[in-house]
């Protein structure tokens, strides 16, 4: 499975960005979709997951100001991200877990500032 993130860039403050993920093959037997953020110096963190199920996990962190959807048609995962805060900088990564593998995007970064 191969993912391509995109959408990141530079927003002030409580601003909004979408990222998107699109994926290699049908995401529809993908167990889980997600997204994970790393800020520099810091380790890579979960930011949230759904399931093929479409049920939705979140970091505290972010409740209630992210929100993650499937697409199935489009074979691509978003992150609608609103109230941005400058602790989001960071660069957010896509993943899937499927056949027990973990698959990784490529990153993309999101800057918020102040």
């Known amino acids: 499975v191969q993912l391509q993130a995109s959408g990141g860039g530079l927003v002030q403050a409580g601003g909004s960005l979408r990222l998107s993920c699109a994926a290699s093959?049908?995401?529809?037997?993908?167990?889980?979709l997600g997204w994970y953020r790393q800020a520099p110096g810091k380790q890579r963190d979960s930011v949230t997951r759904i399931t093929s199920a479409g049920s939705t996990v979140y970091a505290d962190s972010v409740k209630g100001r992210f929100t993650i959807s499937r697409d199935n048609a489009k074979n691509t995962v978003y992150l609608q991200m609103n109230s941005l805060k400058p602790e989001d900088t960071a660069v957010y990564y896509c993943?899937?877990?499927?056949?027990?593998?973990?698959?990784w995007g490529q990153g993309t970064q999101v800057t918020v500032s102040s």
């Open positions: 993943h899937a877990f499927y056949g027990l593998t973990n698959y």
């Open positions: 093959r049908s995401i529809l037997s993908i167990n889980i």
